[in-house]
């Protein structure tokens, strides 16, 4: 992927913030020249960011020299709606070991789904990583569209077509969204709108290979949950 065709305030910024997105959705360290190429720019622009941000902390390169988020990210990270966070992380973890699926929060960003904090399931053999950070479009996967069920049709993306909008009002009908081999080939979710005063709209949802239980079961113990985020939240 290039860089957008607009023209940033700080070009060299816009360059540093987009390699720690692209380094967030990757799924393996990456190396300088992968890095250049998503970018669209020479190499030894990618080495020079790239060491400003490892300077800070932001990234940090392996033995091999392959680039990936550091630690510093995290902290930063646990400081946006620390408040939400706070409250939510102990009912994903309780829905997460209740149905052993990945429990994670995402939040709307502009026209994208973020993934704020993620749990796996206690004692699993096997279960999905949902990584905080992970975006994608709303339009896409069952938090997306469980978030923009409690959104006024003029407040969705421009991007939101015909068959996205009709499964949206169908979550927005029956109080939950799902989806299938959206996001990730392959994989199903069920997602509950949360609704929190004082912050983005936001959904509670699991990702899961198979189920027994029926998506309304799951969506219903989800909305317990953001049920009581919200009441710890204030409403």
Not at 149 to 171: I, Q, Y
Not at 196 to 204: K, L, S, W
Request: some cysteine.
């Amino acid at each position: 992927m290039s860089e957008s065709t607009r023209r940033p305030a700080s070009q060299t910024l816009s360059r540093g913030i987009r390699i720690l997105e692209v380094l967030a959705d990757a799924r393996e360290p990456l190396t300088i020249d992968e890095v250049a190429r998503e970018l669209g720019v020479h190499r030894s622009i990618a080495y020079r960011l790239t060491r400003t941000l490892e300077d800070h902390g932001l990234v940090v390169r392996d033995g091999a020299g392959r680039v990936h988020l550091g630690a510093r990210m995290a902290a930063l990270a646990a400081g946006v709606a620390n408040d939400l966070q706070a409250e939510a992380l102990p009912e994903l973890t309780a829905v997460a070991n209740d149905l052993g699926m990945t429990c994670f929060l995402a939040v709307l960003d502009r026209d994208e789904c973020v993934t704020l904090a993620s749990i796996e399931p206690r004692g699993a053999v096997a279960s999905v990583a949902q990584r905080p950070g992970t975006r994608h479009p709303v339009t896409v996967g069952a938090p997306g569209k469980a978030i923009l069920s409690v959104l006024d049709e003029s407040e969705w993306p421009s991007a939101v077509g015909a068959a996205p909008r009709a499964e949206v009002r169908d979550a927005a009908a029956r109080g939950f969204a799902t989806s299938h081999d959206e996001v990730i080939p392959g994989l199903a979710s069920v997602a509950v709108p949360l609704v929190a005063r004082g912050h983005a709209p936001a959904a509670i949802s699991v990702v899961h290979v198979a189920a027994a239980l029926d998506p309304a079961e799951i969506a219903a113990r989800l909305t317990r949950s953001a049920d009581a985020i919200r009441a710890a939240l204030g409403g």
